[in-house]
């Protein structure tokens, strides 16, 4: 769940974030899977802030579909209308681990980062 707080971005976390419940993901795409990885949310009336930390020992971004690279990526139905497919008010924010930042739906001037390891929208 995402509770309300706003953290310093400058790639050093907050003590903050741990008001933010921990997420730790179930399920993999693959047997052949080796990352692991958790996340937080935080919110203000400004912004949505997500903390990533995920372990990788092979990482790769030679796709040219940054959903293909390694990486976070974060899918937002912002008017809560849970559609079948992308709508107009659908963003997806991915980040690969270089700290490459796309989008293939949603305002990319709207998708905010820190430019060492740390990225916030």
């Given amino acids: 769940m995402a509770m309300y707080g706003t953290p310093t971005i400058d790639g050093i976390i ?8 921990l ?8 047997e052949r899977v080796q990352a692991t990885g958790e ?9 949505l802030y997500t903390l990533f930390i995920v372990t990788d020992p ?3 971004s ?9 990486s976070v990526e ?4 912002e008017a809560n209308d849970k559609g079948a497919f992308y709508q107009s008010d659908d963003v997806h924010y991915p980040v ?8 293939d739906a949603g305002d990319p001037h709207r ?7 740390c990225a916030h929208w």
């Fill in 14 to 21: 907050d003590p903050i974030w741990e008001r933010a419940g």
């Fill in 23 to 30: 997420i730790v993901p179930q399920i993999q795409s693959s």
């Fill in 39 to 47: 996340f937080r949310v935080l919110w203000d009336d400004g912004a």
């Fill in 58 to 60: 092979v990482l790769n």
């Fill in 62 to 70: 030679s796709s040219m579909n940054s959903y293909e690279q390694d």
């Fill in 74 to 77: 974060v899918f937002l139905d």
């Fill in 96 to 103: 690969n681990y270089e700290n490459i930042r796309t989008t």
């Fill in 111 to 117: 998708f905010f980062q820190y430019g060492g390891n």
